[in-house]
């Protein structure tokens, strides 16, 4: 049986803004194995998006642990956390974020250039994932030359370029048709669980959350099941 790979205990996070506080997640518990697939459901303002941010060490938890490999994540200095994003998460937006100034391959090669990864061997690496998710004729497209499912084919292979250990995907089909999104969907799954990799995705789409493991359901920031 494979292991957890991460492991949320008790996780509470309050926003305060003008002296008022707002609870968005409240004791929530889960873990997560290696290589499984397990998606975050729930209604509008339950949370969801919140507890993906957190566990991409995008926000910091109020309270609570999230663990990685047997370490509580935040214990470590802000560079680590920089470190663990760049070289163990891959992330997948709603909107992929892509830099307009920027071709597709330029785009897919931004997470190994902050590495530090030679610009040369950069390219190489974002052309092969470019190939990979169906658009080597595309690479020096700019995003407004791209179609809406070409935009996040980009953002799927930019999320991958660094072979990260997880994919974090926050709504990556709700900006797209039916048919696009399913294409998309089950590339993200080709990319990812199928070779072994640990996909968790937020999500309003029951059909996409019946293929999960796991699927978490969010209900006013607690969780209901798991």
Same mark, same amino acid.
């Not at 509580?72 to 830099?99: M, T």
């Not at 190939?131 to 700019?142: F, K, M």
């Not at 791209?146 to 935009?151: C, T």
């Not at 968790?200 to 969010?218: D, F, G, I, P």
């Given at each position: 049986?494979?292991?957890?790979?991460?492991?949320?205990?008790?996780?509470?996070?309050?926003?305060?803004?003008?002296?008022?506080?707002?609870?968005?997640?409240?004791?929530?518990?889960?873990?997560?194995?290696?290589?499984?697939?397990?998606?975050?459901?729930?209604?509008?303002?339950?949370?969801?998006?919140?507890?993906?941010?957190?566990?991409?060490?995008?926000?910091?938890?109020?309270?609570?642990?999230?663990?990685?490999?047997?370490?509580?994540?935040?214990?470590?200095?802000?560079?680590?956390?920089?470190?663990?994003?760049? @070289? %163990?998460? #891959?992330?997948?937006?709603?909107?992929? !974020?892509?830099?307009? +100034?920027? &071709?597709?391959? /330029?785009?897919?090669? =931004?997470?190994?250039?902050?590495?530090?990864?030679?610009?040369?061997?950069?390219?190489?690496?974002?052309?092969?994932?470019? @190939? %990979?998710? #169906?658009?080597?004729?595309?690479?020096? !497209?700019?995003?407004? +030359?791209? &179609?809406?499912? /070409?935009?996040?084919? =980009?953002?799927?292979?930019?999320?991958?370029?660094?072979?990260?250990?997880?994919?974090?995907?926050?709504?990556?089909?709700?900006?797209?048709?039916?048919?696009?999104?399913?294409?998309?969907?089950?590339?993200?799954?080709?990319?990812?669980?199928?070779?072994?990799?640990?996909?968790?995705?937020?999500?309003?789409?029951?059909?996409?959350?019946?293929?999960?493991?796991?699927?978490?359901?969010?209900?006013?920031?607690?969780?209901?099941?798991?």
């Amino acid at each position: 049986m494979s292991e957890d790979l991460i492991v949320v205990e008790e996780l509470c996070k309050e926003f305060v803004r003008a002296g008022t506080v707002t609870q968005v997640l409240r004791s929530v518990s889960f873990s997560v194995r290696k290589g499984q697939f397990a998606c975050i459901v729930g209604s509008s303002g339950a949370g969801k998006s919140t507890l993906l941010s957190i566990l991409g060490t995008l926000l910091g938890p109020t309270s609570g642990e999230v663990r990685f490999d047997g370490r509580d994540v935040f214990d470590a200095s802000k560079s680590a956390l920089s470190r663990f994003r760049n @070289e %163990r998460i #891959g992330f997948v937006f709603q909107f992929h !974020h892509l830099l307009p +100034e920027f &071709s597709a391959v /330029e785009n897919v090669s =931004v997470p190994l250039l902050i590495r530090r990864v030679a610009p040369r061997a950069a390219q190489v690496q974002a052309m092969s994932l470019l @190939e %990979r998710v #169906g658009l080597e004729h595309r690479i020096s !497209h700019r995003p407004a +030359e791209l &179609s809406f499912g /070409e935009q996040q084919r =980009v953002a799927v292979a930019r999320a991958l370029v660094g072979e990260p250990e997880i994919v974090l995907a926050d709504e990556p089909t709700g900006n797209l048709d039916h048919e696009t999104g399913d294409r998309v969907f089950s590339l993200l799954l080709d990319l990812t669980v199928r070779r072994g990799r640990t996909l968790v995705v937020v999500t309003h789409n029951q059909e996409l959350a019946s293929h999960a493991v796991q699927v978490l359901r969010l209900v006013d920031g607690a969780c209901v099941s798991g």
